[in-house]
């Protein structure tokens, strides 16, 4: 992770590579992280992957699953209905 000064951003705001994360520092202290969009896309979809993860244990653990059958006859239910 490169780091870099306030000054720094503001002479080269234009024209910053984000390859990787970037920490902002003011007064030696770490003040902003800046990443590409990109990067924060992939962070969010990990997030909610994470997250998506995190119910189903949930619904494991507390016997709340179904079979593949009864799995199927629910598609087949809702799509009739729709």
């Given amino acids: 992770m490169r780091i870099e000064t306030i000054s720094y951003l503001k002479q080269n705001a234009a024209n910053l590579e984000l390859e990787?994360?970037?920490v902002i520092t003011q007064s030696g202290?770490?003040?902003y992280r800046i990443e590409s969009e990109?990067?924060?896309q992939r962070k969010d979809e990990a997030i909610a992957l994470l997250r998506l993860m995190n119910l189903?244990?949930?619904d494991i653990r507390s016997g709340n699953t179904m079979t593949p059958e009864e799995a199927k006859e629910a598609l087949k239910s809702v799509d009739k209905k729709g």
């Fill in 29 to 31: 202290k770490p003040v």
């Fill in 20 to 22: 990787e994360p970037m």
């Fill in 56 to 58: 189903a244990e949930r």
């Fill in 38 to 40: 990109h990067q924060a």
